[in-house]
Nanobody, 122 residues
Framework: QVRLVESGGGLVQAGGSLRLSCRAS??????MGWYRQAPGKPRDLVAA???????WYLDSVKGRFTISLDNAQNTVYLQMNSLKPEDSFVYYC??????????????????WGKGTLVTVSS
């Protein structure tokens, strides 16, 4: 059974930092990433990393967020710096064990975490 367990969300002031962590188990994953979602809207891919070392970022977070993947631990991190109020969302960890490039996963991955809330106050 695949499990993705997230941690690290919370409340932070604008300009601050948070680090999200997600440990996955139950499969061998080729890609892991983070999505975010506002109420009533689809999830957007924020950042993704493949086991081969490729990374991808949403334009609005480039230069502020950094994704890293510990393949040995099946853990993905999202370091979020210079946070803005518009970064306030529920963030979901996701993973897949399928083949393909990152663009194949813009809409979603096979496995999902339960989500962690990030709130950035102004």
């Amino acid at each position: 059974q695949v499990r993705l367990v997230e941690s690290g969300g919370g409340l932070v002031q604008a300009g601050g930092s948070l680090r999200l962590s997600c440990r996955a188990s139950g499969d061998i994953f080729t890609i892991m990433g983070w999505y975010r979602q506002a109420p009533g809207k689809p999830r957007d891919l924020v950042a993704a990393a493949t086991s081969a070392g490729t990374t991808w970022y949403l334009d609005s977070v480039k230069g502020r967020f950094t994704i890293s993947l510990d393949n040995a631990q099946n853990t993905v991190y999202l370091q979020m710096n210079s946070l803005k109020p518009e970064d306030s969302f529920v963030y979901y960890c996701a993973a897949s064990s399928d083949a393909g490039s990152i663009k194949d996963y813009y809409a979603g991955m096979r496995y999902w975490g339960k989500g962690t809330l990030v709130t950035v106050s102004s």
